[in-house]
């Protein structure tokens, strides 16, 4: 369902609402057995003010839950700014809360798991904050020469809890190692995994995937027409990315960190032009 409402100020509002009916997953388990996927919902509304104002925005809210305990929350913004003809300047805000109630860590072949053909499908709840911002800046030195600028940062924290097993094809169950099934123990990152105890499988390990990155993304074009028809581009861009765990997360000092990471930086240059024959 969507709506849109405006005001005779030019001040809207824009509500989606969205329903999915419980359904067979084939993507779960990363090419296993098929998951049974819950029912779930979403619903987002986003007030925008009168876009002719040299200064206007937007604010959004959204959420979406499954039955079977997944559910994002999200809330958005955006703030233009076009005070003068030469440049305009526009940021996008955003913030996300992810929790999944089973994320997919990894695959282990063990002949004993019968009822998964053969394949253990290791999984955890998920709980994840991010958060990002999107600027952009253009700008006119003149009619013939002009500066683009995009610029992208963007901070992710995923904390992983308890591994567990996927038990049966066509089924949303799960087995959690240490309590339901198996022994668990953990080394720093590593778990050691017997699935079965004293059973016949044997163990097997895999890392802690709880991760914190922070990115930076920027590119710039200087566009310059020196003659009609004819243009030079000169382009940067540049990148970061630091995936140094943080265990005390904290989005400002995440985000600070991100200058900590080496840049790639890549210069080209374009040139366009016009023969007149």
Known sequence: LFSNFQHLNYWGLELTGEYAAARMDDRLTRGGPVAWQSSGWN????????????????????????????????VSAALNLQVSPRWSLTLIPRLDWIKQEAQY????????AISTYGM??????LDQ????LVARLNYAFSQDLTLELFAQALVSHGDYGAPKEFME?????????????????RTGISYLVDPDGAGPAGS????????????????????????PGSTLYAVWQQQRLNELMVDDFSVGRAASNVFDAD???????????????
Not at 169 to 185: E, L, M, Q, V
Not at 207 to 217: G, H, K, P
């Open 105 to 112: 860590v990894t695959s282990q072949a063990d002949s004993a």
């Open 169 to 185: 094809p066509r089924g949303f169950r799960f087995a959690t190692y240490g309590r339901d099934t198996g022994t668990i123990s």
């Open 263 to 277: 840049s790639v930086n890549i210069f080209a240059l374009k040139v366009s032009y016009w023969f007149n024959l």
């Open 120 to 125: 253990r499908y290791i999984f955890a709840p």
């Open 204 to 227: 097997f390990d895999f890392d802690d995937r709880t991760f914190t990155s922070r990115s930076l993304r920027i590119n710039a074009v200087l566009r310059w027409e020196f003659r």
């Open 43 to 74: 619903i987002r509304g986003t007030l925008n003010s009168d876009p002719r104002r040299p200064i206007n925005g937007s604010f959004g809210l959204g959420t979406s839950s499954e039955a079977l305990g997944n559910r994002t929350d999200e």
């Open 129 to 132: 904050t991010e958060a990002s």
